[in-house]
């Protein structure tokens, strides 16, 4: 496993890099099974987050689509974990997930992925 942190432009007031930007180095992103084990944050309005994260907090299944669609109703994530894996991941330990991807406080991303390409592209298109 390999892990990368990720800081954003220290410029911006807010964390310059958003999921979407993260999961576009996935190849097989649309192909895996995702869950969503935790998520804090602010939506537009009509997206009822506080009902969403209540939903969240028993491990939410969701398509690569379904994250992309999210990531449109979020204005802001304060902090995420999401997994994603080739196998079922129903049962699956979070540590054990081909993909681990959280972001902690609004702050900055920590990355753990078994797909050292990932990681790779990761370090290359954003340097910290």
């Known amino acids: 496993m390999s892990k990368i942190l990720l800081f954003g432009d220290s410029n911006e007031d807010i964390l310059s890099i958003n999921l979407g930007d993260i999961l576009c180095f996935i190849n097989t ?37 379904e994250l992309i669609d999210l990531n449109k109703k979020i204005v802001q994530i304060y902090d995420l974990v999401l997994v994603g894996d080739k196998e079922n991941i129903e ?27 990932f990681i790779e592209k990761l370090r290359q298109n954003f340097h910290n």
Request: with cysteine; proline share 0%.
């Open 91 to 117: 049962d699956k330990k979070e540590e054990n997930c081909d993909y681990i991807i959280e972001l902690i406080d609004s702050s900055f991303w920590e990355i753990t992925s078994k797909n050292e390409e």
């Open 29 to 65: 992103a649309k192909e895996l099974n995702w869950k969503i084990v935790w998520i804090e944050g602010v939506s537009v309005k009509g997206f009822d987050m506080l009902a969403f994260e209540a939903e969240v907090k028993k491990g939410l299944k969701v398509s690569y689509d």
